[in-house]
């Protein structure tokens, strides 16, 4: 607005029609004194796009490392826990440190009587395998070295499988201590042709012929107890227990808890119930092995709830530096256009149609430069997602929450608009007067 322009103003009509005269061109001096020093403009407003594009970048990554972490759990029950024997190191009731034991098959029914919290109980016995550098399995000409573990069908439901061909073994096959067997993909690969069904097919382990009835792959591979899924013979439980001698031991409890139940208390009760039935003493915690699959989960999750902290403070530091950028050009655009400023107030224009131009010109800038850091942040997001879909990798589908970005441009507007303030200020503090003789 010329100073011409202002003296051709009805004085009769001062302030309504200087308000509305304001009010359309407020926009055009807006862009005008924007790109009165355009680098200037152009390295602030990069200031905000950067402050956003760099948070976007952060929390869409930040949900990538979460996803492929977490992802490491999916399928299996996060509330569970496993129990094992070890060695004593208290002398308690007349036996020495040291002494080792087994848990039994009454263990098993003792557990599931007396702790009413359990929801799936599980007992493992481990025949030995491939570890031992033996070719324990043999299929005519055929041999390999593989993991034998005997289990009950519950075990499917804690650390699932995918039955690829045929069944996983059931109660029947429990309570009739039937010799058949479920073999990993591995396990048919190397014992059977390419098209060759092995549902049916008989092979020998250790020396004693099982039928195989189901052939399995792991559901979720990160996590595997009792080795590796596809390189791995499942026989019903007892079945393992009776042909090859073992008696009456069980390597290890597998136990989910019921879900209204937090699986730390079941774990500490299996503890303290076990040991109370083989004489261990109640504060020999290394005599017994056990792992809370629910504790790792838990502290995964609060992991990358700190990582979320982390990523956020760092992303509205980014972003306060570009609006403190945007209040520092306001300060110099304010300071440049004084005696504009004092040519309003001397024509009545009031303090805040001053603080609005000056507050509305702040929230343009951050606004369009945010907007534009936000689309550009949230496509190469998207790119990083079309690019690890699928994949394997510690980082999977990045993403970022759309309520998030709309929160975020909504923060950085609201800084906008205090950036804005400072300037603001300065700008009606100057009495018309100055301003008339500011050059």
């Known amino acids: 607005?010329?100073?011409?322009?202002?003296?051709?103003?009805?004085?009769?009509?001062?302030?309504?029609?200087?308000?509305?005269?304001?009010?359309?061109?407020?926009?055009?001096?807006?862009?005008?004194?924007?790109?009165?020093n355009k680098i200037r403009t152009a390295l602030t407003a990069f200031g905000v796009f950067w402050g956003i594009l760099m948070l976007m970048?952060?929390?869409?990554?930040?949900?990538?490392?979460?996803?492929?972490?977490?992802?490491?759990?999916?399928d299996f029950a996060t509330n569970s826990a496993f129990v094992w024997t070890r060695t004593t190191t208290i002398p308690f009731k007349g036996f020495k440190r040291g002494r080792?034991?087994?848990?039994?098959?009454?263990?098993?029914?003792?557990?599931?009587?007396?702790?009413?919290?359990?929801?799936?109980?599980?007992?493992?016995?481990?025949?030995?395998?491939?570890?031992?550098?033996?070719?324990?399995?043999?299929?005519g000409l055929k041999t390999g070295a593989f993991s034998i573990n005997g289990d009950y069908p519950q075990i499917n439901l804690i650390d699932p499988s995918?039955?690829?061909?045929?069944?996983?073994?059931?109660?029947?096959?429990?309570?009739?201590?039937?010799?058949?067997?479920?073999i990993g993909t591995r396990v048919a690969e190397v014992l059977f042709d390419k098209n060759e069904d092995p549902i049916g097919k008989s092979i020998r382990i250790k020396g004693v012929y099982f039928q195989v009835i189901g052939v399995a792959?792991?559901?979720?591979?990160?996590?595997?107890?009792?080795?590796?899924?596809?390189?791995?013979?499942?026989?019903?439980?007892?079945?393992?227990?009776?042909t090859y001698n073992y008696g009456d031991?069980?390597?290890?409890?597998?136990?989910?808890?019921?879900?209204?139940?937090?699986?730390?208390?079941?774990?500490?009760?299996?503890?303290?119930?076990?040991?109370?039935?083989?004489?261990v003493s109640p504060d020999d915690e290394p005599a017994f092995g056990h792992f809370n699959l629910q504790k790792q989960f838990e502290k995964m999750t609060g992991l990358f709830t700190g990582i979320k902290g982390l990523i956020w403070i760092v992303g509205i530091?980014?972003?306060?530096?570009?609006?403190?950028?945007?209040?520092?050009?306001?300060?110099?655009?304010?300071?440049?256009?004084?005696?504009?400023?004092?040519?309003?107030?001397?024509?009545?224009a009031s303090p805040v149609k001053i603080v609005s131009q000056i507050i509305t010109e702040s929230v343009f800038l951050t606004s369009v430069a945010g907007y534009f850091g936000l689309v550009v942040g949230v496509g190469l997001v998207e790119l990083a997602n079309m690019a690890t879909k699928g994949g394997d990798g510690s980082i999977k589908n990045p993403e970022v929450d759309f309520t998030i970005a709309i929160i975020s441009l909504t923060i950085l507007?609201?800084?906008?608009?205090?950036?804005?303030?400072?300037p603001a200020r300065k700008a009606i503090s100057i009495k018309p007067i100055d301003a008339l003789r500011y050059e």
């Open 162 to 182: 995918v039955i690829v061909k045929g069944r996983f073994i059931d109660n029947f096959d429990i309570q009739e201590v039937r010799k058949v067997c479920v």
């Open 217 to 242: 792959k792991p559901k979720n591979p990160n996590i595997s107890f009792g080795g590796d899924k596809e390189q791995t013979i499942t026989l019903p439980f007892t079945t393992l227990q009776k």
């Open 57 to 74: 970048i952060m929390l869409g990554a930040g949900k990538g490392l979460e996803h492929g972490v977490l992802d490491g759990f999916k």
């Open 249 to 279: 031991v069980v390597h290890y409890f597998s136990v989910t808890a019921r879900t209204d139940v937090p699986v730390s208390i079941v774990e500490n009760k299996c503890l303290k119930f076990l040991a109370n039935r083989h004489n």
């Open 413 to 422: 507007v609201v800084a906008g608009a205090f950036a804005g303030m400072i």
């Open 1 to 36: 607005m010329t100073w011409q322009r202002l003296q051709d103003l009805p004085t009769s009509k001062n302030n309504k029609q200087i308000t509305k005269m304001f009010d359309v061109d407020k926009w055009n001096e807006i862009i005008t004194a924007l790109r009165k």
């Open 317 to 348: 530091g980014t972003l306060l530096a570009g609006v403190i950028g945007v209040s520092n050009i306001m300060l110099v655009i304010v300071k440049e256009r004084t005696k504009e400023i004092g040519i309003q107030r001397a024509l009545g």
């Open 100 to 139: 080792s034991f087994m848990l039994n098959n009454a263990d098993m029914v003792a557990l599931q009587n007396q702790i009413p919290e359990i929801d799936l109980l599980a007992p493992r016995l481990q025949g030995g395998g491939d570890s031992q550098g033996d070719n324990n399995v043999v299929r």
